[in-house]
């Protein structure tokens, strides 16, 4: 059996080349989970890979991603971060420690903790307020800051605003690995669902804008027009000599 071979690249290729077999490797996956905890960093990585290829089949290995995500292993833990997403809905267990990466705004792989817990759906409900804060962008909040008047004046930071509520509201369709780690939690937001609705409602009324524009397009997204509390969202963005109203204009344009 390749996968217990004493040799390491032997072991990593063949964990790989049931990865490239996707779903159709399921039935590998019990073989599969213990290279998690190999001895050799080439064949951690390998099978944390090989099993995110497999997909929703891989829930067992659940507990041992968790413990990859908890270390310092790389490249193992980015997989790991990305496998916990590809499983989806049966890697709800490790929604806490994804939490966690998120809230660390220094972690190098915020973006994809970001992705694969909404790629959980709404099985990440607790992981809610930590997108709610994870929405909030330094850049847009800044711009709001140094171009808060309504005809957008460049010379007092109002292009800047300008050029990112178009860049933030127009999103859909941009490749992944361009978007902002805000627009990111947003699309977790809007995968979650109904459980993030209450928690969005109340990020209405947040006093940073970026958590605000936010927080409309996930009830836009989520919700038929109809079923928009949108007296609630006109107050949100009536601040601030316009700028904000035009935030959401220009979304609903869209």
């Known amino acids: 059996d390749a996968l217990s071979d004493s040799n390491d690249h032997v072991r990593q290729a063949a964990v790989m080349s049931l990865g490239w077999m996707g779903r159709r ?6 073989e599969m989970v213990p290279l998690l905890e190999d001895d050799s960093p080439l064949v951690r990585s390998g099978a944390a890979w090989a099993l995110g290829r497999v997909g929703s089949a891989a829930a067992e290995a659940t507990p041992l991603l968790v413990k990859l995500v908890e270390t310092k292993d790389e490249p193992a833990r980015l997989w790991a971060i990305r496998t916990i997403g590809a499983i989806g809905a049966g890697a709800k267990d490790a929604v806490p420690v994804l939490v966690g990466v998120i809230q660390d705004e220094s972690d190098p ?3 994809d903790a970001i992705d694969s817990t909404g790629a959980i759906g709404a099985a990440a409900a607790d992981a809610v307020p930590a997108l709610v804060a994870a929405m909030q962008d330094a850049e847009l909040d800044a711009a709001e800051e ?6 957008f004046d460049p010379s007092r930071g109002g292009k800047l605003l300008n050029q990112f ?4 509201t127009y999103s859909r369709g941009t490749p992944p690995q361009q978007l902002r780690d805000s627009e ?7 995968k979650i669902g109904s459980p993030s609705v209450p928690a969005i409602t109340a990020a209405l009324t947040h006093d940073v804008l970026s958590i ?7 009830l836009i997204e ?3 027009p109809s079923s928009v509390s949108w007296p609630a969202v006109i107050a949100a963005f009536r601040q601030r000599g316009g700028v904000s109203w035009t935030c959401l204009t220009r979304y609903l344009a869209y």
């Open 25 to 30: 490797a399921k039935h590998c996956v019990p």
């Open 109 to 111: 792989h915020r973006a």
């Open 146 to 151: 140094d171009g808060g008047d309504e005809e």
């Open 165 to 168: 509520v178009w860049r933030y």
């Open 184 to 190: 990111r939690a947003v699309d977790a937001l809007i």
């Open 212 to 218: 605000r524009v936010g927080a409309v397009k996930v």
């Open 222 to 224: 989520q919700h038929e």
